[in-house]
């Protein structure tokens, strides 16, 4: 059963203070690794699709980057409206369902 | 374009009361996805639509919850005889493919009183 851990829970930051959001998963055949963002009452937004350990992608403040084991997304000098809830999900070649991890609540302080 | 759409937005329901939830995705998206998401928690995945496949419905909780996609499109997921741990919202999602990523609707928040 393909498994993701993400971590940590949760994450305080001043503005402007760069730091990274992990998830690391089991499965058996990685096909696709996805962030999200979350909102509060929102429905997931999709952010960046991962496909093979060394790729990256960015896109405005944010960078993902991906390895055989595990993922992560770079936050460099955050704003508070940064503040959400980021999901990381992946897609193996054994199951068709994605399995995504519960999430870290990033909370930037003006 | 339009986005994936779900209705009704709220729902209240009383113990024991059937419910149906509707989804709209999007157009030409073949594959369908129904998660839940309790208070501070992560998404549950429920059931999985794919084209004309039999659906995965290996993440329903109970025989109270069933699920149907009309024509390719259009899904429904009926809770029967509901009960107090359903009290969550339900969120629906579309993809291209199974491989693709997923957009999500605004969800339903379903109370049960």
């Known amino acids: 059963e393909d498994q993701v851990t993400q971590s940590p829970e949760a994450l305080r930051l001043q503005e402007g203070e760069s730091s990274s959001l992990n998830c690391s998963y089991t499965v058996s055949g990685l096909r696709g690794l996805f962030w999200y963002r979350q909102d509060p009452g929102k429905g997931p937004e999709f952010l960046f699709t991962l496909y093979s350990a060394g790729e990256e992608k960015e896109k405005e403040r944010l960078k993902a980057t991906l390895t055989k084991k595990e993922s992560f997304l770079h936050i460099t000098a955050p704003k508070p409206e940064d503040s959400a809830t980021y999901l990381c999900?992946?897609?193996?070649?054994?199951?068709?369902?994605?399995?995504f991890g519960i999430g870290t609540k990033l909370q930037v302080i003006p | 374009g339009a986005g994936v759409s779900q209705s009704p937005s709220n729902k209240v329901t009383e113990k024991g009361k059937d419910v149906e939830l509707r989804c709209d995705p999007i157009?030409?998206?073949?594959?369908l996805y129904w998660y839940r998401q309790s208070l501070g928690q992560g998404l549950e995945f429920l059931i999985y639509?794919?084209?004309?496949?039999?659906?995965?419905k290996s993440g329903l909780p109970s025989d109270r919850f069933s699920a149907e996609r009309t024509g390719g499109s259009v899904s429904t997921l009926t809770i029967q005889r509901t009960q107090q741990e359903d009290s969550a919202v339900y969120l629906c999602a579309s993809s291209r493919t199974s491989l693709s990523e997923q957009y999500f609707g605004p969800g339903t928040r379903l109370t049960v009183t």
């Open positions: 157009s030409g998206h073949t594959a």
């Open positions: 999900a992946v897609v193996s070649g054994g199951y068709q369902k994605v399995t």
């Open positions: 639509f794919q084209g004309n496949s039999a659906p995965d």
